[in-house]
């Protein structure tokens, strides 16, 4: 290796990584419930933030289309629970389900298309679901309807115990997409998913099914997608059309963070979500300034380091931080 | 174990290849030659899957593979290198042989990275196996490209000049890897400029030119083909 004596700093991150996650797996003991609330959404955007990596960063889908399943989740949520009255916590696995069955056939029309036809049929599928939640009376059509007080109370009857339920819920989610995918990335399907996104001509040739491993994230991406927009809803307490299915909050958004964050790569996704809210959280108070500012950001990324911060960093480091190769493990 | 009939490939008005005929025997090292632009390059990403071809048939082993994907092609047993290599720049040099062996041959994690290591020690990249693919240089990559079609476990394989810009040396060691190669039983089609090399490896020589061969036999007598001095030696010299 190039850099052996820099092997601490990657330990040192991986402390902090540790870290980090055992103080959010405790934190509603710790902060506030302005800042679990943050937190939460923290969560639920890295959790989206991962999955259009997966998609656009590894197998070459470059969809902005995804916050449709977003939308979806949260409406299967508030049809289970407050219509159908299914126990509010089974209606959360119940949404990244009818997520699943409902990628299905979106997955059929956009998968046709390719590079910029994909991204534009993407949009109108989703543009199109959209339009079709505003016509469901039973989900206050076009502007949407809040969610029953007693499905609210089945998360706690005081405020704050409801904050921590719902970010442990949110916790659990993007706890359940890190890892799963984590494991996906090391398994046999990882190693063709990193060979696609070096090299899709050279990977067909030594075996990777490029079909097969579109669709399979594909589908992979839809439930996670879901469980967020269920977690989203159990925040906001409430379904509408154009906040469930936000394009900006759970699309562009989304994107700014993986680009910045550095696409392609696992790191990526965290570093982006993180940069993210400490913009939106500290810049705020400036108003849309900090959405151009996101956006200069990113341009400024793609043009110095595709591969966003992390693949300034990593340049820098010997090894990654969260380690996707298995060789050392196969090696004996 | 390869047949190929009528086979066309037009991009536009350009007929690349244009109802050539080709058979390739088990066992055989089949040299290819031609100028440049010939379409050999092309004849590859046609057997492999990379083109569709416009007209004609495609059997390997007794199968029409014409319409199967290039994964398809793989593991049923063709392997290939690219005249431009094409690494996975952002995994390490093991990584990438350990994708082939994982994906074109089929094998669990533990055999295919026992695979991995010794066609990374065959192919001379056994010191490089840590490194970035992305950090090599051009000859390294041309090695990483026989290493990872070699990965594969592929009965037939074809390779596209693998020997350009190397020492005598350097030569005389992929002479000996293919000669390994031919002792495992795979069919050879190699593509290549360099007439030395090429001759003291290949059985057969056959020569493309317009989009056909037009000559096909014993390495002595088509290099002694008066049309083939003429339209490949000629333009070489
Ligand atoms: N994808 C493509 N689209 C259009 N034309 C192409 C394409 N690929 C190759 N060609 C053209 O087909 C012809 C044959 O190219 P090819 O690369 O097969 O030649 P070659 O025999 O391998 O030459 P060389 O010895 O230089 O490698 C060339 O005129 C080339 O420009
Ligand atoms: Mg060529």
Redesign the interface.
């Known amino acids: 290796?190039q850099h052996p004596n820099r092997l601490w700093i990657v330990y040192l991150a991986r402390a902090a990584l540790f870290a980090a996650a055992v103080v959010m797996a405790v934190a509603p003991m710790l902060l506030a419930t302005r800042d679990i609330a943050i937190l939460t959404e923290f969560l639920s955007l890295l959790t989206i933030a991962i999955m259009w990596n997966l998609l656009a960063g590894y197998a070459d889908i470059v969809s902005v289309g995804q916050h449709a399943f977003v939308g979806v989740g949260a409406y299967a949520l508030f049809g289970f629970a407050a219509i159908a009255h299914v126990d509010p916590y089974l209606a959360i696995p119940l949404s990244a389900l009818v997520a699943l069955v409902v990628a299905l056939p979106v997955m059929v029309i956009i998968f046709r298309l390719r590079t910029a036809y994909l991204a534009v049929g993407s949009w109108v599928v989703a543009e199109t679901i959209m339009l079709a939640a505003g016509k469901l009376s039973a989900f206050g059509g076009g502007s949407g309807i809040s969610l029953p007080v007693s499905v609210v109370r089945g998360f706690g009857s005081r405020v704050t115990e409801r904050y921590a339920t719902i970010y442990w819920i949110a916790f659990a989610v993007a706890a359940l997409a890190l890892v799963a995918t984590w494991l996906l990335m090391r398994s046999?399907i990882g190693?063709?998913l990193?060979?696609m996104?070096?090299?899709e001509?050279?990977?067909?040739?030594?075996?990777?099914?490029?079909?097969g491993l579109r669709v399979l994230c594909f589908l992979w991406t839809a439930p996670f997608l879901g469980l967020a927009g269920a977690v989203i809803t159990l925040q906001k307490l409430r379904v509408s059309p154009p906040a469930s299915f936000s394009i900006i909050d759970w699309t562009v958004y989304v994107i700014f963070i993986v680009v910045i964050g550095g696409i392609?790569s696992f790191e990526g996704p965290i570093i982006g979500t993180v940069v993210f809210f400490l913009i939106r959280e500290y810049l705020s108070e400036i108003g849309v300034w900090h959405f151009i500012i996101l956006g200069v950001l990113s341009i400024a990324v793609v043009l110095i380091e595709p591969r966003g911060l992390w693949g300034l960093v990593r340049r820098l480091l010997p090894a990654d931080v969260i380690p996707i190769?298995?060789?050392r493990r196969?090696?004996r | 174990m390869l047949d190929l009939t009528g086979l066309s490939l037009h991009f536009g008005a350009l007929r690349v290849l244009d109802g050539l005929d080709l058979k390739v025997e088990r066992g055989e090292v089949l040299g290819v030659l031609g100028p440049n632009g010939a379409g050999k390059t092309t004849l590859f990403n046609v057997i492999?899957?990379?083109h569709r071809p416009t007209a004609g048939e495609i059997r390997f082993e007794g199968r029409v593979i014409g319409r199967q994907?290039?994964?398809t092609r793989?593991?049923a047993g063709i392997?290939?290198t690219?005249q431009v290599p094409?690494?996975?720049?952002?995994?390490?040099v093991?990584?990438?042989v350990?994708?082939?062996a994982?994906?074109?041959?089929?094998l669990s994690?533990?055999t295919?990275?026992r695979r991995a290591g010794e066609t990374l020690e065959l192919t001379g990249l056994a010191s490089r196996s840590?490194l970035e693919a992305g950090a090599l240089s051009l000859l390294d990559l041309k090695r990483l490209e026989l290493a990872?079609?070699v990965?594969?476990g592929p009965r037939l394989l074809l390779l596209d000049e693998i020997a350009g810009g190397l020492t005598d040396r350097e030569c005389g060691t992929l002479l000996s890897i293919l000669t390994t190669l031919r002792e495992r039983e795979i069919t050879i089609v190699w593509i290549e400029h360099v007439l030395h090399a090429l001759k003291s490896a290949a059985t057969r020589l056959a020569v493309l030119h317009g989009g056909r061969f037009i000559a096909d036999g014993a390495p002595e007598t088509v290099l002694a083909d008066p049309t083939v001095q003429d339209v490949y030696l000629g333009a070489v010299d």
Not at chain 1, 204 to 210: D, E, K, P, Q, Y
Not at chain 2, 86 to 92: C, Q, R, S, V
Not at chain 2, 102 to 106: D, E, F, K, N, Q
């Open positions: 290796m046999r190693l063709g990193t060979a996104r070096d090299n001509e050279g990977a067909g040739v030594v075996g990777v099914n490029l079909i392609g190769s298995r060789r196969v090696r | 492999t899957g990379v994907r290039s994964w793989c593991r392997g290939r690219f094409k690494p996975f720049t952002g995994m390490t093991f990584d990438n350990l994708t082939a994982v994906h074109g041959a089929g994690f533990r295919a990275a840590e990872k079609a990965a594969c």
